[in-house]
């Protein structure tokens, strides 16, 4: 529990380091912040001993350094908020083709069993949403870096991106309730750990 305690908080601290870096001009953070990011995401195989993660972390360790020899840190800042809501897009998108089953409505079935047509028409748009989302985040951490304004960039990429997600897992989460009050709904913790927990296979 300790370690992925401390694994998170390494991955989560990132766009804090990055956005206090960009906010209060303090170039040093900049140049931390994708390597503590590194550490987290690399924590359990660190920890572990095994070689091949030891020589990823290595090499991915060295790219920063170089980068940052050649001055060039922030335009690698700026490709985490495209990339990450890129994979997201094509996790999620990909689920919505013809035949298959959206994401979300696949989690709720793993976790609860068969879920009623209502529910399986409002998770493929919760599906569809999620996906709106990210095509959005996507858009504008493209255009921003383009104002050569970094910190108004920051804001939106490591503080408003976090936001909005947060806004909207909370309040579909409550508005679910409202919409199927006869739906045997988890606490939000638990609905938490159904997410961590979910396998699905596309």
Not at 6 to 27: D, E, G, K, N, R
Not at 65 to 85: N, Q
Request: with cysteine.
């Amino acid at each position: 529990m300790l370690n992925r305690i401390l694994a998170i908080t390494l991955v989560v601290a990132y766009p804090l380091l990055v956005h206090v870096s960009l906010v209060f001009a303090i170039p040093q953070l900049m140049f931390i912040a994708p390597l503590v990011f590194l550490t987290g995401a690399f924590w359990y195989g660190l920890i572990a001993r095994n070689l091949i993660a030891w020589i990823v972390f290595s090499a991915l360790c060295a790219s920063i350094l170089l980068v940052e020899y050649a001055g060039l840190t922030l335009y690698l800042l700026y490709l985490p908020p495209i990339l990450l809501p890129l994979l997201m897009l094509f996790i999620f998108g990909r689920t919505l083709g013809a035949g298959r089953e959206p994401l979300i409505t696949a989690i709720g079935e793993a976790a609860r069993g068969p879920l009623s047509q209502a529910m399986r028409r409002y998770t493929r748009r919760l599906t569809q949403l999620w996906c709106l989302v990210f095509i959005t985040m996507i858009v504008w951490s493209a255009i921003l870096p383009w104002l050569e304004q970094p910190e108004l960039w920051s804001w939106f990429t490591n503080v408003i991106n976090y936001g909005v997600v947060g806004v909207l897992f909370i309040g579909e989460f409550a508005l679910r309730k409202k919409l199927f009050p006869t739906h045997n709904h988890p606490d939000f913790f638990e609905y938490l750990r159904i997410i961590a927990r979910a396998r699905i296979h596309h």
